[in-house]
């Protein structure tokens, strides 16, 4: 029944009910709604006891925010502590070979240079045991205290290093597609 109604009350539209209104007819804007008897003031959270849900929101986001840190603090932990692993067996392995090395530098070229191959050796060896016996955060610690010291030697260690990154990247692409 309502129905009917409210097709008996709708009116089809006509093109000149789309004219606009006359040029002298007055104009009374709507009540805003902050006086349309609403109230948008927030409970009194003291007299529920409950406390506030704006604080308990951003102690909670406080407290998601410090569980992802100290996860991500963990995770970058344990990268770091593979990648000192496996620096320290590259070193040793690297000092292994030259170490080979340097008995075939004795038969070709003498035993003067067949000894600097030795002595590098034994660079890259102890290199090897002072990175292996640091903790992560030692050798973080002595990372920045050599860039504040000489800015210009870690930088010229980080090319050094990209270079060496980018030609075994390289290197591992080509091998991969032939």
């Known amino acids: 029944m309502a129905d009917e ?3 008996d009350t709708l009116q089809h539209s006509t ?4 004219a606009p ?13 902050k006086n349309a008897g609403v109230d948008f003031t927030p409970e009194d959270s003291s007299a529920t006891g409950s406390g506030s849900t704006l ?3 951003k102690q909670s986001a406080r407290d998601y925010v410090s569980k992802g840190r ?9 990268f770091a502590e593979d990648g000192k692993a496996k620096a320290t067996d590259a070193l040793t ?3 292994h070979l030259l170490t080979d090395a340097a008995g075939q530098v004795d038969e070709k070229l003498g035993a003067n240079y067949g000894q ?3 002595s590098a050796a034994d660079r890259v060896q102890g290199f090897s045991s002072a990175i292996d016996q640091k903790s992560v955060d030692d050798l973080i ?4 205290e050599l860039v504040r010291k000489s800015p210009e030697l870690a930088v010229g260690i980080a090319a050094g290093l990209g270079f060496v990154v980018a030609r075994l990247v390289g290197a591992a692409v080509d091998q991969r597609d032939a």
């Open 21 to 33: 209104p006359p040029a002298d007819a007055s104009f009374t804007p709507a009540e805003p709604l």
């Open 93 to 95: 392995q690297l000092s």
């Open 70 to 78: 100290e996860q991500a603090a963990d995770k970058a932990r344990g």
């Open 141 to 144: 610690a002595d990372a920045r």
């Open 116 to 118: 600097y191959a030795r």
């Open 5 to 7: 109604q409210d097709r």
């Open 15 to 18: 093109p000149a009910d789309a």
């Open 55 to 57: 604080t308990d929101a």
